[in-house]
């Protein structure tokens, strides 16, 4: 399935927007200009900044064609260990990530998208590990690797973070096997 051309340049220029000033300073203007699109095509795709962060919610961390409960087949897996490792090790989506809750605080059509967005991220990985939604040492392991990443994100742990290490900790393994993808 192709995705619109014009869409996904909008949806890039805002990730890379996002992930550079957060919430705050990110604007549609700054966006249709780093896009180099008009705000009017920009506002025919997304009339408000709350549907464009939505779509940036959307295709942030989510595996191709796949739900919460789909089963964990190659391309799942591999997603999912994607997103584990963006989660540790990728500044910008932890900006991106921190952004977003420190403004859903006071924005309450926010914290409904960003409190959707990580049940079911969290759904999806607990999933991968054949555990259900709500699993609280699935719960415990993404609480550790996001703070991880923050530690990371302020230069207190500058090492790689070892994911496998992390699983054996709290007990958990791909349901489909190891966690090499």
Known sequence: MSEDPVREKILKAALDLMQAYGVKKFTQPQVARAAGIRQSHLTYYFPRKIDLIMGLLQGHGRPAESTATDAAGPGHA??????????????????????????????????????????????????????????PDVLMFLSALRGLGMRRLVGDGDDGIDIAALEARFQLAPAGGTGDA
């Open 78 to 135: 591999a997603a999912i260990r994607k997103g584990l490792d963006v989660l540790t090790s990728d500044p910008g989506r932890m900006r991106f990530f921190l952004s977003l809750i420190l403004e859903a605080q006071l924005e309450p059509e926010l914290r409904s998208l960003v409190d959707d967005h990580m049940t079911r991220f969290d759904a999806r990985v607990a999933n991968y590990y054949g555990r259900k939604a709500g699993d």
